[in-house]
């Protein structure tokens, strides 16, 4: 079972250059997440989507955007990478929007901003 | 503001029970999360608690105050392979997800 599938695994790029992170889920869920992790700090919701065609902010969307085309695809969107932006970038998805149900994760995009 | 504080790194042996504490302070309460994450790979879960009490899970069980602000998981027989970092996450008022930095557990034989 493939699950949560993220592309690519990992990923050098130049500052002010864009890239698209890319995931992809099997299991028919309603919600999906996009966090970053950092080391030192929890996971940090970047935006979400309870369902197909809508999204919303989380705690640090600047720099970031996304769209929910249909249930299986979430892809995130760095207009223009900045060395901050260098972190594990983790999408997930659960059945249930409200948080009340457990997340799976995909096995996470490496990406660092030179 | 809304906080989770958690121990950075904890040490036990292989075979013994380590308890793994989370406090929390968040905006309203709709439960309280732990995650296990393997170093280099994705967060699992393991637990979720939103009433009182002990939740027992094989070796694993998580138990919850809400009065307190308080949880902890608790390992018992330790294995090499637990040897991972610990999450703990509170989910709010808005069902938004407040995540510690995590408790990294080393295991020794």
């Known amino acids: 079972t493939a699950g949560i599938t993220q592309a690519p695994t990992s990923q050098i790029l130049a500052a002010g250059r864009s890239m698209t992170l890319r995931c992809t889920q099997d299991?028919?869920?309603?919600?999906m997440y996009w966090y970053r992790q950092d080391l030192g700090l929890g996971l940090r919701l970047i935006h979400y989507?309870?369902?197909?065609?809508?999204?919303g902010k989380g705690e640090v969307p600047d720099g970031y955007s996304v769209s929910r085309a249909n249930t299986d695809d979430f892809p995130l969107t760095l207009a223009s990478a900045v060395p901050s932006q260098t972190s594990v970038y983790f999408c997930?998805?659960?059945?249930?929007?409200?948080?009340?149900?457990?997340?799976?994760f995909g096995e996470g995009s490496r990406l660092t901003v030179l | 503001g809304q906080n989770i504080d958690q121990p950075t790194e904890m040490t036990a042996t292989e075979g013994a029970i380590v308890q793994i504490n989370c406090t929390y302070q968040?905006?309203?309460?709709?439960?309280l999360f732990w995650y296990q994450q393997h170093a280099g790979e994705a967060p699992t879960f393991l637990s979720y608690?939103?009433l009182d009490g002990l939740e027992e899970k094989g070796r694993f069980s998580s138990f919850l105050s809400r009065s307190k602000g308080y949880s902890y998981l608790l390992l018992k027989e330790l294995q090499m392979k637990d040897s991972a970092s610990y999450l703990c996450?509170?989910?709010?008022?808005?069902?938004?997800?407040?995540w510690g930095a995590g408790t990294k557990l080393i295991i020794k034989p």
């Open positions: 996450a509170s989910s709010d008022s808005n069902y938004q997800l407040i």
């Open positions: 608690n939103v």
């Open positions: 989507s309870n369902t197909a065609g809508t999204t």
């Open positions: 299991m028919r869920h309603n919600a």
């Open positions: 968040t905006s309203g309460f709709n439960g």
């Open positions: 997930a998805s659960s059945d249930s929007g409200t948080h009340t149900g457990e997340l799976f």
